[in-house]
């Protein structure tokens, strides 16, 4: 294992487990006829990802994904299969430090398309509406202000780029290309039903999700839900007791550390610079908070 000077955990490291890949956040080994998931906290914005960990951050996202699989079970399928470390005898070595942080999930085929559902018009987003009345092709009325609800979510997918390379915005037609025209719809509109059962939800305890990420595999054909789901990494949470139209919203996720990096004079390339301790601590903090008021 290896971990910064603050105790965040960057990489994982099981002898005798191969190792499929290392991701963003995610170390992934093969487990034979499953797959380790285990989120490590390390920290990517604008697709890089930076030398700082957020301590505790792979436990909070995978706790708050666990929750939102298990409520939305019923009607969308996902990749869990356990997440108790220590019922797979060569993981128990390492059950102290994988516990809380990892999964045990089915192999499935990862579709190669980010699936983005917005809410709000805000981000990317609000800056694309703002040069050209469009999001990725899709065109808005006129009106909106930053941060606004829009009338309905909408369905905006994304390339999924190698670590190092930036997703880029692809139209619903594009998509239809990558993944086929069926699939597409299937996609869409299981994506839709995701980010409003959660929006839905998260409302009600006082946080509004403004945007969020998903991916999609296949398992002998079935569509299924994969990776992380709806946490901070991959999604806006605002506290909505301090939110306002018209103005950045205070957020419960990793738009802070992204606010911050924007002050710098960064090119948004790797290396990404280093976090001083008050970002890092607030980042956590943040965290630890979009968990406790999802999850209470």
Not at 145 to 151: F, G, I, N, S
Not at 161 to 185: C, F, L, N, T, W
Not at 196 to 212: F, L, N, P, Q
Request: hydrophobic share 40%; proline share 6%.
């Amino acid at each position: 294992m290896r971990y910064d000077s603050r105790g965040a955990l960057l990489e994982c490291e099981l002898p005798g487990i191969p190792m499929i890949s290392r991701g963003k956040v995610r170390d992934i080994f093969d487990l034979g006829d499953s797959l380790l998931f285990v989120a490590t906290d390390r920290l990517s914005a604008f697709d890089v990802v930076l030398p700082d960990g957020i301590p505790g951050k792979g436990e909070v996202l995978t706790q708050i994904s666990l929750f939102w699989f298990d409520l939305m079970s019923e009607w969308m399928p996902n990749h869990l299969l356990t997440a108790d470390i220590a019922s797979v005898p060569a993981l128990r070595p390492y059950a102290d430090v994988l516990q809380g942080r990892a999964m045990i999930v089915r192999k499935a085929q990862v579709l190669p398309v980010e699936c983005i559902v917005r809410g709000y018009l805000v981000g990317s987003g609000w800056k694309d509406y703002c040069k050209t009345g469009c999001v990725s092709g899709l065109h808005l009325r006129e009106g909106y202000r930053q941060a606004e609800k829009l009338d309905l979510p909408i369905f905006t997918p994304s390339t999924k780029a190698a670590i190092g390379d930036h997703d880029e915005a692809i139209s619903y037609e594009e998509m239809e290309k990558i993944v086929g025209p069926a699939r597409a719809d299937r996609i869409r509109d299981y994506a839709l039903t995701v980010y409003r059962t959660a929006s839905d939800y998260a409302e009600k305890r006082g946080i509004i999700v403004a945007d969020t990420k998903l991916e999609f595999g296949e398992i002998d054909g079935k569509l299924i839900l994969v990776d992380e789901v709806l946490t901070p990494d991959s999604s806006r949470f605002w506290p909505k007791e301090s939110y306002q139209v018209g103005e950045s919203p205070v957020s419960l996720d990793k738009q802070f550390v992204r606010d911050y990096l924007e002050t710098l004079d960064w090119n948004k390339t790797a290396p990404g610079p280093a976090l001083p301790d008050d970002v890092v601590n607030k980042t956590a903090a943040k965290y630890r908070e979009a968990l406790a008021v999802l999850t209470k």
